[in-house]
């Protein structure tokens, strides 16, 4: 069965602009979660959606925001980017809740010039 | 510090050694996890532990959990050079469920 899906794979973007990330996860997962990982940071829990509906946020700014669709898939969009959002984001799924753990995407690197 | 922290930060073994990375929390959880991660690409789940086991086993992996000391440990027996990545300790918290906080991570090289 298919991974999880993360698009694009590398992006270049310049300070101030917009960026729209995407995540299709498992066939059947309902759970999607966006983390944020940095040398510096580690892996930073960004979101997590359920159904449609945001059940959980990190601590970052409004700037950081996401959706999900009905069949599952998940969007994450960054406004006026700044140096400091370059990381690999990474999306996992799960099937329902966390006891049956995550499968995570191979992630978008996201780099801001 | 954080919620859940691994130990040690880096690790440089034989290949044919055992490894053995711990991690330590602060907080009641609802499981805890491990992940390895080669590289800077996606994480790959190994195996999950509910706060009412103690141990489970999965191939050359065994994870131990000791809820009175808020810690757990990784064993990767008979290493293996295709086991150098990063392991991460996740913890799925009771107080919030649906959040899962992910350690700074331990950085193993087996060599060959």
């Known amino acids: 069965k298919a991974g999880v899906t993360q698009t694009p794979r590398y992006l270049i973007k310049t300070r101030g602009q917009q960026v729209t990330l995407s995540c299709s996860p498992i066939?059947?997962?309902?759970?999607v979660s966006w983390y944020q990982q940095t040398p510096g940071q580690g892996l930073q829990f960004l979101f997590e959606y359920f159904s449609e509906t945001q059940r959980n946020k990190g601590n970052f700014p409004g700037r950081f925001s996401g959706r999900q669709f009905s069949n599952s898939r998940s969007e994450m969009n960054v406004s006026t980017l700044e140096l400091g959002d370059s990381a690999l984001y990474l999306c996992?799924?799960?099937?329902?809740?966390?006891?049956?753990?995550?499968?995570f995407g191979s992630g978008t690197r996201l780099t801001v010039v | 510090s954080q919620q859940g922290e691994e130990d040690p930060q880096a690790l440089s073994i034989q290949e044919g050694e055992n490894a053995t990375m711990n991690c330590s929390y602060k907080?009641?959880?609802?499981?805890l996890q491990w992940y390895r991660q080669n590289s800077g690409r996606g994480l790959v789940h190994l195996i999950l532990i509910r706060s009412n086991e103690r141990e489970k086993h999965s191939g050359r992996l065994r994870v131990t959990l000791d809820t009175s000391k808020k810690s757990s440990s990784l064993l990767i027996t008979a290493s293996r050079a295709a086991d150098t990545a990063s392991y991460f300790c996740?913890?799925?918290?009771?107080?919030?469920?649906?959040?899962?906080?992910f350690g700074p991570g331990t950085s193993l090289s087996v060599i060959p």
């Open positions: 996740a913890t799925s918290l009771k107080t919030s469920y649906d959040k899962v906080i």
């Open positions: 066939s059947g997962h309902r759970s």
């Open positions: 996992a799924s799960s099937f329902e809740g966390l006891n049956y753990g995550y499968t």
């Open positions: 907080t009641s959880i609802n499981n």
